[in-house]
Nanobody
Framework: QVQLVESGGGLVQAGGSLRLSCEAS????????MAWFRQAPGKQRELVAT???????NYADSVKGRFTITRDNAKNTMYLQMNNLNPEDTAVYYC????????WGQGTQVTVSS
């Protein structure tokens, strides 16, 4: 059974940092291009960053230079290091395969206060 569990969210002041984790089970994690998504209140879910099986990364323009996506295939875990957060980053953050082949997890709430 496939399971994606996000964690690490919280409340932080503008300019602060958080590190999100996504632990995967039931999949051959190391061969899958994974991604972080986020959904702010009243907005559609959007792609934040992707990381390929070979660790190639891509970022949305809005987070470039501030967020870093990494993966640890030995732990079946993906991370999102978020620095210099601003209120526009407030959202529920989700992980999934880049092609959205898995069911969504519960996500982790990130709230950035000004």
């Amino acid at each position: 059974q496939v399971q994606l569990v996000e964690s690490g969210g919280g409340l932080v002041q503008a300019g602060g940092s958080l590190r999100l984790s996504c632990e995967a089970s039931g999949i051959i994690f190391k061969v899958i291009t994974m991604a972080w998504f986020r959904q702010a209140p009243g907005k559609q879910r959007e792609l934040v960053a992707t990381i390929g099986a070979g660790a190639t990364t891509n970022y949305a323009d809005s987070v470039k230079g501030r967020f870093t996506i990494t993966r640890d295939n030995a732990k079946n875990t993906m991370y999102l290091q978020m620095n210099n957060l601003n209120p526009e980053d407030t959202a529920v953050y989700y992980c999934n395969a880049r092609d959205l082949r898995f069911s969504w997890g519960q996500g982790t709430q990130v709230t950035v206060s000004s």
